[in-house]
């Protein structure tokens, strides 16, 4: 891939990558066409290749991205305090509720990426996979149980509440005009009914705190999101947790990301580490795999 693609506008940027996403979401990557993407994306074909060299370049790197933007949203929306089953997972929801905000196919594209046979698919998809597996593992992990009648069906319930988010969403999604927050509102009144049956004694109020408290810090993070931010600006405001650890010290968060907003990023990876300077793109993509370690340490 051309390190150009960076110095391109947000607005194209996106426009480029949501582009392939739908087309590859909705196809696969045999049947994808270029011709339909740039077309989308309101560009020429010599200028995507000029980006990514051939078809399998963009997806290598759509699948790249798309898993570690994922990734680095899952980590920073949940807490890792968190061990209400529920609460968790509507934390997660919110977490794929950021990425549809901006990739409305996003989500959907990891799934499909699930049943590519085609070789040069899965050579692009490599262990992509099993990196987003892996998060979504270190954070059920985090699950206390004992509330459940039956706390030894955990993993299955997991099963029915992941089933439902993907059914309610393909069910209610818009093609032309996704809306995230009515879907996520939608999802989370079904989350209660299931709470409701599968936990033992008298329901509480934990969903609905919880979803205020959510809105409320996601409110606050979205405005501090400047419409005017680059690629890798976008990216680093996402290393600056959406909701804070009840362990962690107030304030820490915030000190760590106004102490990088004030430097422009560079796109010389290598030279620009080598010089104890800014982070680049790559180091933030990185910073997504720390966590995945991270969280199940």
Same mark, same amino acid.
């Given at each position: 891939?051309?390190?150009?693609?960076?110095?391109?506008?947000?607005?194209?940027?996106?426009?480029?990558?949501?582009?392939?996403?739908?087309?590859?979401?909705?196809?696969?990557?045999?049947?994808?066409?270029?011709?339909?993407?740039?077309?989308?994306?309101?560009?020429?074909?010599?200028?995507?290749?000029?980006?990514?060299?051939?078809?399998?370049?963009?997806?290598?790197?759509?699948?790249?991205?798309?898993?570690?933007?994922?990734?680095?949203?899952?980590?920073?929306t949940v807490k890792k305090s968190?061990?209400?089953?529920?609460?968790?997972?509507?934390?997660?929801?919110?977490?794929?509720?950021?990425?549809?905000?901006?990739?409305?196919?996003?989500?959907?594209?990891?799934?499909?990426?699930?049943?590519?046979?085609?070789?040069?698919?899965?050579?692009?998809?490599?262990?992509?996979?099993?990196?987003?597996?892996?998060?979504?593992?270190?954070?059920?992990?985090?699950?206390?149980?004992?509330?459940?009648?039956?706390?030894?069906?955990?993993?299955?319930?997991?099963?029915?509440?992941?089933?439902?988010?993907?059914?309610?969403?393909?069910?209610?999604?818009?093609?032309?005009?996704?809306?995230?927050?009515?879907?996520?509102?939608?999802?989370?009144?079904y989350l209660t009914l299931l709470?409701?049956?599968?936990?033992?004694?008298?329901? $509480?109020?934990?969903? &609905?705190?919880?979803? *205020?408290?959510?809105? !409320?810090?996601?409110?606050?993070? @979205? #405005? %501090?999101?400047?419409?005017?931010?680059?690629?890798?600006?976008?990216?680093?405001?996402?290393?600056?947790?959406?909701?804070?650890?009840?362990?962690?010290?107030?304030?820490?968060?915030?000190?760590?990301?106004?102490?990088?907003?004030?430097?422009?990023?560079? $796109?010389?990876?290598? &030279?620009?580490?080598? *010089?104890?300077?800014? !982070?680049?793109?790559?180091?933030? @993509? #990185? %910073?997504?795999?720390?966590?995945?370690?991270?969280?199940?340490?």
């Open positions: 891939m051309n390190s150009k693609f960076f110095d391109v506008k947000k607005d194209k940027q996106d426009a480029i990558i949501n582009a392939a996403l739908k087309t590859f979401a909705l196809k696969g990557y045999k049947d994808a066409s270029t011709d339909v993407i740039v077309k989308e994306a309101g560009i020429s074909k010599g200028l995507l290749f000029h980006y990514f060299t051939s078809k399998q370049g963009l997806y290598d790197f759509i699948v790249d991205y798309s898993t570690k933007y994922m990734i680095l949203e899952l980590t920073r968190e061990k209400d089953l529920f609460s968790l997972m509507l934390q997660v929801s919110m977490g794929r509720v950021r990425v549809m905000r901006n990739y409305p196919f996003m989500n959907r594209f990891l799934r499909s990426i699930r049943a590519e046979e085609d070789p040069e698919a899965l050579s692009a998809i490599g262990e992509s996979i099993e990196d987003i597996d892996r998060t979504y593992r270190n954070i059920y992990a985090q699950i206390d149980s004992k509330k459940l009648l039956q706390p030894d069906q955990l993993p299955r319930i997991i099963d029915i509440i992941n089933w439902l988010y993907n059914g309610f969403v393909e069910e209610n999604f818009r093609i032309d005009d996704p809306d995230p927050e009515k879907l996520y509102d939608g999802y989370a009144t709470r409701d049956h599968f936990y033992s004694g008298t329901s $509480d109020d934990t969903i &609905s705190l919880a979803m *205020e408290e959510l809105s !409320e810090r996601n409110e606050t993070v @979205m #405005k %501090e999101m400047r419409l005017d931010m680059t690629f890798e600006e976008r990216l680093m405001a996402g290393r600056k947790p959406l909701v804070e650890d009840d362990n962690e010290t107030p304030g820490e968060g915030e000190e760590e990301a106004a102490g990088g907003s004030d430097e422009k990023e560079e $796109d010389t990876g290598e &030279s620009a580490r080598k *010089e104890g300077g800014k !982070e680049t793109f790559d180091d933030i @993509m #990185k %910073e997504a795999e720390k966590n995945i370690i991270n969280s199940g340490s």
